[in-house]
C-alpha cells in the first residue's frame, strides 16, 4: 500500500468526495493535478456490488486495482462491479 500511495499523489494531496458510506462499504474518489484514485472498501462478510458515479473525476475507460489487478471500466461516468468480503482495492488508471 506504501508504494502505491508514493506512486498515486492523489492519494497523499488529493481532494476527496466520498461515494458511499453505509454498513460494510465505503468508497470515495480522491483527484489531485492529472492522478485520480477510487478507494473502495467491502468491510462485511459477504460478497457486495458497489454502482458508483466517479465522474468528473474519472474518465471514462479501464481501471486496474494496484493492490489486486482486478480491473473495471468506467462508462459515462459510472462504474459497476462486485468485491468480494472483507476486502479493499484502489483503482487507478490502466496504462496502455
Known sequence: ???????????RYGS???LVAEGNRLAFVRAHLGDR???VWNR?????EFSLEVAP????GPYIDALS???IEVKEGKVSFKMSPTR???FVAKES
Open 1 to 11: 500500500v506504501a508504494a502505491v500511495r508514493h506512486r498515486h499523489p492523489a492519494l
Open 16 to 18: 476527496r468526495r466520498p
Open 37 to 39: 484514485v477510487l478507494a
Open 44 to 48: 462485511g462478510k459477504s460478497q457486495t
Open 57 to 60: 473525476e474519472m474518465t471514462d
Open 69 to 71: 489487478g482486478q480491473e
Open 88 to 90: 479493499s482495492a484502489l
